[in-house]
């Protein structure tokens, strides 16, 4: 009989056309219920996926990592493989690992690396419309970089989550953020040990208002203390974010 093994799974996929990456009780398209379909068709087990965190319906990931237990006889330099020959073309398992029994993907991640695209042409560039926001108004870039300084360090970001989540401890430590300006575009990068349901939607949503000029930097800090959701920016599309690494 072969031992059980925990893997460890390094997953891109576009999110356009899936519900999010987690499975729901409706029959809606999602990466885990793909994971799982395939992962069947493998090894005949009803696998326990465990992610290192949800991501939004649209959103999309290139780093995002998944473990779990199996009884399975493949090889593990050969899971790859083997996975990708039974996943749809938009979820892609770049890495395969065998890990300690003890791994968790969520538990033991400390820190998560996000980006988010703006597209600054006039009209959206169609080879980067599914994974960028168009948005080609003036922007003061030097405001943004201020505005997004504020949001380094360890702060109760209360005010930047959306409605609808159950969690409680809404402290969070940003350990990176970076605001690079290329040309016709400008890529945000965030760094932290955790974020909130919609928080980096919500972040660039507010950073994009002070852009424009129609806030001052420094309400990046009110609300940080103040903890208002309604005093923020509006959220961001979800097509421009992307679960770029997770730490360990």
Aim: charged residues 25%.
């Amino acid at each position: 009989m072969s031992k059980m093994k925990n893997l460890k799974f390094t997953i891109a996929y576009d999110g356009t056309d899936f519900c999010g990456y987690q499975r729901q009780g409706q029959g809606e398209r999602t990466v885990q219920g793909e994971l799982e379909k395939a992962l069947f068709k493998l090894t005949g087990e009803v696998p326990k996926l465990i992610a290192s965190g949800r991501t939004d319906a649209g959103t999309h990931a290139k780093g995002q990592v998944i473990n779990c237990v199996t009884n399975s006889r493949i090889p593990t330099e050969r899971w790859p493989v083997a996975f990708n020959t039974c996943l749809p073309p938009d979820v892609v398992v770049w890495k395969a690992e065998e890990v300690s029994p003890e791994f968790h993907a969520r538990y033991w991640a400390k820190s998560k690396t996000y980006q988010y695209l703006i597209d600054r042409r006039r009209w959206p560039d169609i080879f980067l419309r599914r994974f960028s926001y168009n948005f080609p108004q003036q922007l003061q870039v030097e405001a943004i970089q201020q505005a997004a300084s504020f949001l380094l360090g360890t702060h109760d970001f209360k005010g930047f989550m959306a409605a609808g989540s159950s969690v409680i401890n809404t402290i969070r430590s940003i350990y990176r953020v970076e605001v690079e300006e290329m040309e016709n575009q400008l890529l945000f990068i965030f760094e932290g040990n955790g974020f909130l349901y919609k928080m980096v939607r919500n972040i660039v949503g507010t950073l994009l208002v002070i852009g424009e000029g129609r806030m001052q930097p420094t309400v990046i800090r009110e609300i940080l203390v103040n903890g208002k959701r309604e005093e923020a920016g509006p959220t961001a599309p979800p097509r421009g974010l992307t679960l770029m690494r997770v730490t360990y």
